[in-house]
């Protein structure tokens, strides 16, 4: 079964919210993932609406959605990125269906 995860981003502080800065976190949040080894998570992106779709591909019939969160939250984390609110995602039952965390 496959997960996937769907964020939208704003940017604050003095970064420039363009097309290009977006374009350029999405590149780092891939690239952090790589990091800790987590290849089995792609990466989607809609730049207009500063969204981007993360998707575990997985055989199992009950992937780790504890694990999967895990590793986006670190990717996002070591850019740095806030993930405020992540909290409630976490450590309740997470509900699945066709594939999509709601």
Not at 36 to 64: H, N, Q, Y
Not at 81 to 92: I, S, V
């Amino acid at each position: 079964m496959n997960l996937s995860l769907h964020t939208t981003y704003t940017f604050s502080g003095g970064t420039p919210a363009t097309d290009g800065a977006f374009e350029a976190f999405v590149a780092q949040v891939a690239e952090e993932l790589g990091k800790i080894d987590r290849d089995d998570i792609d990466i989607t992106a809609t730049v207009t609406e500063r969204r981007i779709v993360f998707t575990l591909f997985s055989e199992e019939d009950e992937p780790l959605t504890d694990d999967f969160l895990a590793a986006v939250r670190t990717a996002l984390h070591a850019i740095p990125c806030g993930t405020a609110g992540w909290e409630r995602m976490t450590g309740q039952r997470i509900e699945v269906h066709d594939g999509v965390l709601v």
